[in-house]
């Protein structure tokens, strides 16, 4: 599976973005789907995850109650909805794919990843 992600862009601190990935192929629903951010200098890390028809999400601790991962089988699409962006929300964003299920939170277990989009919360 092929994925694109968009919807990145500069943002003041508190506003909203957000995020969609579109995956190639049919057999997008067989794919748990995450996503995760790499700031400047620092390493990647687990942001967001959701299972393969949506029943389950997973979030980082920071960001509970401000994000949102959502999925739309039909569209072979994932969206990250980010509310009240903070400066630390700053980093390039990928989406990834793993093929069935998984524990979803480490980067390794994803086979596919899309190429990044950048987000940047001013203060």
């Known amino acids: 599976v092929q994925l694109q992600a968009c919807g990145g862009g500069l943002v003041q601190a508190g506003g909203y973005l957000r995020l969609s990935c579109a995956a190639s192929?049919?057999?997008?629903?067989?794919?748990?789907m995450g996503w995760f951010r790499q700031a400047p200098g620092k390493e990647r890390e687990f942001v967001a995850a959701?299972?393969?028809?949506?029943?389950?999400?997973y979030y980082r601790d920071s960001v509970k109650g401000r994000f949102t991962i959502s999925r739309d089988n039909a569209k072979n699409t994932v969206y990250l909805q980010m509310n009240s962006l903070k400066p630390e929300d700053t980093a390039v964003y990928y989406c990834?794919?793993?093929?069935?299920?998984?524990?979803?939170?480490?980067?390794?277990?994803?086979?596919?990843w899309g190429q990044g989009t950048l987000v940047t919360v001013s203060s």
């Open positions: 959701i299972s393969r028809i949506g029943s389950s999400t």
């Open positions: 990834a794919a793993k093929d069935g299920l998984g524990y979803l939170v480490q980067s390794y277990e994803y086979e596919h």
């Open positions: 192929g049919r057999t997008f629903s067989r794919y748990s």
